[in-house]
C-alpha cells in the first residue's frame, strides 16, 4: 500500500481533525513514511511493542490507545506522551504515582464503554462524571479528553454511539478545572472515520486504511 499517499490523502480529507495513525504491528520503515507524509501522531497498543520499534521510528507524538497492564505502567508513563485507554481509577491512580515518580504529568483520556459491552474495557457512560470527580485530587494526571471503540457493527449503525459519545463530551467539557480540561473526542476508525467526524470526532484513530490490512 502507499503509505505515502493514503496519509497525506486522509489528512486533506480530515481537515481539521486530529489523526492518530495508528501503528499496531507496522514496521518503523512504514510508521515513517506516514510521519515524513505529515502524520503528527503515532497510535500503538501494546508498551513492549512501541518500545521495541522506537529507536527506528522518527520523532514523533506518541499515544498508547490499548489496554495498560499495571505491570506495564511505569514504561507507559516513560514512553507515552498522551495515555488514550484509561479504564478503571485503579489504572489512572498507578499512573498518577509512577509520573510523581519521575516529576511528569501524565496527558490522559478516559475511556468510554459507550455500548456498554459487558466484554469491552472503559468506564460506563454513567460512571465517567464519578470518575472525573475522583481524578481531580490527581496532581501528576490531566484528563484532556475521551475516547471509545463502539460496538462492532456496520459503519452506519456506530452513528448512534457516536452521537452518545458527543452528548457525554460536551456535558463534561463543562467539568473543567485544575487537572481535568476536556477538549478531545477521540472516536472513529478506518471504517467509520467520516461518521464519527460527521458526529463530532476531534480525533480519529486510523491505521488500515493507511497501511492496509494488518498481518499478525
Ligand atoms: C487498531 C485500532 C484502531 C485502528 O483500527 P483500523 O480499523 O485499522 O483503522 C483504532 N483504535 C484502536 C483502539 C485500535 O486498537
Known amino acids: ?5 493514503n496519509t497525506k490523502l486522509i489528512l486533506e480529507e480530515i481537515g481539521s481533525t486530529t489523526l492518530v495513525c ?22 500503538e497498543n ?21 489496554h495498560l497492564q499495571t505491570n506495564k505502567v511505569k514504561k507507559a508513563v516513560h514512553l507515552f506522551d498522551v495515555i488514550q485507554s484509561i479504564d ?15 516529576g511528569k504529568v501524565q496527558k490522559v483520556y478516559l475511556q468510554v464503554n459507550i455500548g456498554n459491552e459487558p466484554q469491552k474495557y472503559g468506564f460506563g457512560p454513567d460512571e465517567i462524571k464519578n470518575a472525573i470527580t475522583e ?13 471509545c471503540i ?25 467539568e473543567n478545572r485544575d487537572n481535568i480540561d ?3 473526542l477521540s472516536m472513529g476508525m478506518s471504517g467509520d472515520y467520516r461518521i464519527a467526524i460527521e458526529e463530532g470526532a476531534t480525533m480519529v484513530r486510523v491505521g488500515s486504511a493507511i497501511f492496509g490490512k ?3
Open 135 to 147: 481524578i481531580r485530587s490527581l496532581r501528576n494526571v490531566r484528563v484532556e479528553g475521551l475516547m
Open 214 to 216: 494488518r498481518e499478525y
Open 46 to 66: 501494546r508498551v513492549q511493542e512501541y518500545e521495541d520499534k522506537r529507536d527506528d521510528i522518527l520523532p514523533c507524538e506518541t499515544h498508547l490507545i490499548g
Open 150 to 174: 463502539p460496538p462492532f457493527v456496520p459503519p452506519e449503525q456506530t452513528r448512534p454511539y457516536f452521537k452518545k459519545m458527543k452528548a457525554l463530551f460536551d456535558e463534561m467539557k463543562q
Open 22 to 43: 495508528v501503528t499496531k504491528t507496522i514496521e518503523p520503515e512504514r510508521i515513517n513514511e506516514a510521519i515524513r507524509a505529515g502524520a503528527p501522531i503515532i497510535g
Open 88 to 102: 478503571s481509577m485503579k489504572i489512572i491512580r498507578d499512573i498518577d504515582r509512577r509520573a510523581r515518580d519521575i
Open 1 to 5: 500500500m502507499p503509505v505515502y499517499e
Open 182 to 184: 476536556i477538549r478531545t
